[in-house]
């Protein structure tokens, strides 16, 4: 489209929640634009969370949270099915170390219940230590939450955003927005990228939400960036881990958790620390050593295993104990803010939200008929075949039997598709994200050149 089209609506945000949006909206005869301010989709909050895919059992009940979480994880998670996005249904054990704790799991229970979850069980002490046999002593009780899985918010964010555009959404990055115009018919988005003109706009800006807030003349919150920093742990620590370990939930969330990933290593954390400098996603000495102690405590063989990795992901809490998720028909603008700690799993259900609140807002809306299929999306979890494991695939395409990174046992075939693909990478961090290629214990010592070069044969 040229720079004069003016865009049905604008999503500002190519997050997981504004991927989820402009996908649900692009299914609409509506035209859409998907504006983001880095080069990649999915390169903010959306790409360092623990990748939970939670059932919403510890939700407030009666929030908005609570009502997204838990149909976001249902939507999700037939979406997985059909696109291909890895999920692990491992469960989870919430487990109490304290009295005070044991005493608080009936009420946590209950809690589940009015969340519309009804699978958790309280376990005894034998019973917690049968489920995760590597527990540290002193393990008082337990909670089952059998649905809680394990997925990739990488392919999650990636997949709901080829969708949009396969569905003719304008993916537009590199469009930081600076200002917005509210005119008569049209708002005008003033971008690095050029003018984008939309008569609504969406605000999925994650931590940057309550900015573009102010530009459409609103103060009515504030983001405190909360820092979350988590280790890995190589892959011979995931028997260690065989379903996710919680702590008794805070006030200050969700607290320290150990959990598998679906690459086949363990994790342990993350931190909740408020920032007062911006966003800042660095790891500090201080989370080390502090999610290390935890560790020591929870799961004391998990220590004799190495760290692999390390990193951060900063939530956009918010003044306020829910989502901020408001239209404002006048201005033709709807703000989706303080997506916090819940927001891959909720993001198919915000999109629908969104859809539904711009619809009671007079926007109209038609299915558009003859839409494309979901995206078939590259595998990258170990619970299913990978290319280098598929002799028929290696026969018919013998550059999926040449390994580039050993590590992660990534091939030739997998880092051209992502360069093929209906959203390719901008960077070789995008390209991580979609292969898993660097992402191993050598952190692409190893790979890296080879990996550059192959990269830029294709760009
Ligand atoms: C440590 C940690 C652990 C978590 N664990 C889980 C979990 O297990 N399960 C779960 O469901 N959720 C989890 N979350 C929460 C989840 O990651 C977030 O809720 C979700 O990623 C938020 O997505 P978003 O699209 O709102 O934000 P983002 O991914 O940050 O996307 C916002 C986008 O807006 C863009 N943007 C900002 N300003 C502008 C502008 N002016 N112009 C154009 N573009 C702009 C940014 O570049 C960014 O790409 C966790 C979060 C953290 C930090």
């Known amino acids: 489209m040229s720079a004069a089209t003016t865009y049905d609506v604008a999503v500002v945000g190519a997050g997981v929640v504004g991927a989820a949006i402009a996908r649900e909206l692009s299914g ?19 790409k360092a969370n623990t990748a939970i895919l939670h059932t919403g059992f510890d939700a407030t009940p009666g929030t908005l949270e609570s009502r997204l979480v838990r149909d976001g994880f249902h939507l999700l998670s037939r979406y997985a099915e059909r696109t291909g996005i890895p999920v692990e249904r491992t469960g989870a054990l919430l487990v109490a170390w304290t009295t005070e704790e044991l005493a608080a799991l009936p009420e946590l229970r209950a809690k589940a219940i009015r969340n519309g979850y009804r699978e958790c069980v309280i376990v005894d002490t034998a019973e917690v230590y049968r489920q995760v046999p590597a527990l540290g002593p002193g393990a008082l009780g337990g909670l089952t939450v059998p649905d ?6 990488w392919t999650a964010t990636l997949a709901l955003a080829t969708d949009a555009v396969r569905r003719g959404a304008a993916l537009l990055t590199r469009h930081s927005v600076g200002s917005a ?58 028997p260690l881990a065989p379903r996710i370990v919680l702590p008794v939930p805070s006030s200050r969330g969700k607290g320290v958790l150990i959990s598998p990933t679906i690459y086949g290593n363990v994790m342990l ?17 201080r989370g080390v050593e502090f999610l290390l102690g935890k560790g020591r405590a929870l799961m004391p063989t998990l220590l004799d295993e190495e760290v692999t990795a390390s990193y951060a992901g900063v939530r956009a809490a918010i003044d306020r104990p829910d989502y901020l998720v408001e239209a404002d028909p006048a201005r033709r603008y709807v703000l989706v803010g303080g997506i916090r700690s819940t927001g891959l799993t909720a993001s198919m259900a915000i999109g629908e939200h969104v859809r ?16 494309p299929p ?17 002799a028929d695939r290696i026969d018919a395409d013998p550059a999926y039997g040449r390994l580039v990174c050993f590590c992660e046992r990534v091939t030739e075939g997998e880092i051209r598709d992502a360069y093929a693909a209906t959203i390719p990478p901008a960077t070789l961090g995008g390209l991580r994200r979609r292969t898993r290629a660097m992402n191993g214990r050598c952190q692409g010592f190893y790979c890296a050149a080879r990996v550059a070069e192959l990269a830029g044969g294709h760009r």
Not at 274 to 281: H, K, M, R, V
Not at 356 to 371: K, M, S
Request: aromatic share 4%.
């Open 269 to 285: 954390g993350p931190t909740s620390e408020d920032l007062t400098g911006g966003p800042d996603t660095a790891t500090s000495e």
């Open 356 to 371: 539904d609140l711009l619809a009671g807002a007079g926007l109209p809306l038609r299915p558009r008929r003859g839409l």
């Open 181 to 238: 115009r509210v005119g008569e018919h049209a708002t005008v988005l003033a971008t690095t990228g050029g003018e984008v003109r939309a008569r609504w706009v969406v605000n999925a800006a994650g931590l940057a939400g309550a900015e573009l807030d102010r530009m459409f003349g609103y103060g009515r919150f504030t983001v405190t960036p909360r820092r979350g920093e988590l280790l890995v742990f190589d892959k011979l620590a995931r």
């Open 374 to 390: 979901p995206p078939a999306m590259p595998n990258l979890g170990e619970a299913s075949t990978r290319p280098y494991q598929d």
């Open 28 to 46: 609409h005869d509506l035209t859409v634009a998907l504006v983001e301010a880095r080069e990649d989709v999915g390169d903010g909050t959306s």
């Open 148 to 153: 809680e899985s394990i997925t990739c918010t």
